[in-house]
């Protein structure tokens, strides 16, 4: 899915994970204001249900941004193709990572899951370092001059 990932797919796989991130956000508040138990009364389950939708929405967010600053910026497409799947599969991880970490915990450490949030983090950094440095005419590293 995300090894050819074009423009446009970007931009709309970007908005499909603030979605997803948004409706996490609002199932966490219904179940907080319904005063529903089992989900949100255990604090850690709740911080990192809370940690997952404010990460993941907004790196869904930065990743709207980066799209469109690829493509303004006129980002040389073999750097772009690589680029755009750390972004989308990074802001990914890190939701997903503290949600699932969350869900499945000990009795005061996070789950395993949480374990590729940082993995997540270092992917889309490395990819938002990519966008701001790489400019039109830079080739990628191990292409053929």
Do not use: C, K
């Not at 796989?13 to 609002?26: E, I, N, V």
């Not at 929405?57 to 930065?62: K, N």
């Not at 789950?111 to 889309?124: I, N, R, S, T, W």
């Amino acid at each position: 899915m995300l090894r050819r990932v074009s423009p446009e797919r970007h931009l709309r796989l970007s908005l499909a994970l603030a979605a997803l991130f948004l409706a996490t956000g609002l199932w966490l508040e219904a179940m907080i204001g319904l005063r529903l138990g089992g989900w949100v009364d255990d604090p850690l389950r709740r911080e990192f249900l809370r940690l997952g939708h404010a990460h993941g929405g907004l790196l869904a967010l930065l990743n709207l941004g980066l799209g469109l600053a690829l493509e303004r910026l006129g980002t040389p497409d073999p750097w772009a193709r690589a680029i755009r799947p750390a972004a989308l599969l990074g802001a990914l991880l890190v939701g997903l990572g503290f949600i699932v970490g969350g869900l499945w915990h000990g009795p005061t450490d996070p789950g395993l899951p949480v374990l590729v949030v940082p993995a997540g983090a270092l992917m889309l950094l490395g990819a938002l370092v990519a966008g701001a440095l790489v400019r039109r005419g830079d080739r990628r590293p191990g292409s053929s001059v």
